[in-house]
T-cell receptor, first 116, second 116 residues
Framework: AQSVTQLGSHVSVSEGALVLLRCNYS??????LFWYVQYPNQGLQLLLK??????LVKGINGFEAEFKKSETSFHLTKPSAHMSDAAEYFC??????????????FGKGTKLSVKP | GAGVSQTPSNKVTEKGKYVELRCDPI?????LYWYRQSLGQGPEFLIY????????DSGLPNDRFFAVRPEGSVSTLKIQRTERGDSAVYLC??????????????FGPGTRLTVL
């Protein structure tokens, strides 16, 4: 069965500092991997996705993530945090069904706070 | 263009009552997903439709939960004899279903259900 573990339910960084949100996954088949962001009282927005091409994936708002099969990880990074990055971030994994996508399995989320 | 819409945005009901939650997917999206997000948790998969049929309902927690999509567009999630533990945000997502390729799921804003 697939699963996702996000280390750290809360992460706090200073504005301008590096953001690192950790995600490890478990999957018996090559997965699709995703990071979503959720701002307060808003829906989920896709930040970036890994679908088997380049292992370093760039997303919106300056975020990127690297797929490391040997470590079963897909950590999210951003070189310099902005106040507007404060939100909750979810890592998710999906099976591939003949190349198509199945339902998403989400981690519990990491709430990012950015201090001025 | 119009995204996924969900109605109502908020629903307060009493324990034991019946509720219906509606999802309008993006026009032309044949795949539709329901997820439930409890407080402090990531979204959890409930059910997935391809067209009119439920392709995977393995996430429905018990037989009080039921969902339909009679014409392959709008879907309704129905909860009978609601319990306080059903309180959560119910998310709907839709996607194309082009076989052999990744199809992004687009999420609606959710319906916040509170069972008193």
């Amino acid at each position: 069965a697939q699963s996702v573990t996000q280390l750290g339910s809360h992460v706090s960084v200073s504005e301008g500092a590096l953001v690192l949100l950790r995600c490890n996954y478990s999957s018996s088949v090559p997965p699709y991997l995703f990071w979503y962001v959720q701002y307060p009282n808003q829906g989920l927005q896709l930040l970036l996705k890994y679908t088997s091409a380049a292992t370093l994936v760039k997303g919106i708002n300056g975020f990127e993530a690297e797929f490391k099969k040997s470590e079963t990880s897909f950590h999210l990074t951003k070189p310099s945090a902005h106040m507007s990055d404060a939100a909750e971030y979810f890592c998710a994994v999906s099976d591939r069904y003949g190349g198509s996508q199945g339902n998403l399995i989400f981690g519990k989320g990491t709430k990012l706070s950015v201090k001025p | 263009g119009a995204g996924v819409s969900q109605t109502p945005s908020n629903k307060v009901t009493e324990k034991g009552k019946y509720v219906e939650l509606r999802c309008d997917p993006i026009s032309g999206h044949t795949a539709l997903y329901w997820y439930r997000q409890s407080l402090g948790q990531g979204p959890e998969f409930l059910i997935y439709f391809q067209g009119t049929g439920a392709a995977d309902d393995s996430g429905l927690p018990n037989d009080r939960f039921f969902a339909v999509r009679p014409e392959g567009s709008v879907s309704t999630l129905k909860i009978q004899r609601t319990e306080r533990g059903d309180s959560a945000v119910y998310l709907c997502a839709s996607s194309l279903m082009d076989r052999g390729r990744y199809n992004e799921q687009f999420f609606g804003p959710g319906t916040r259900l509170t069972v008193l």
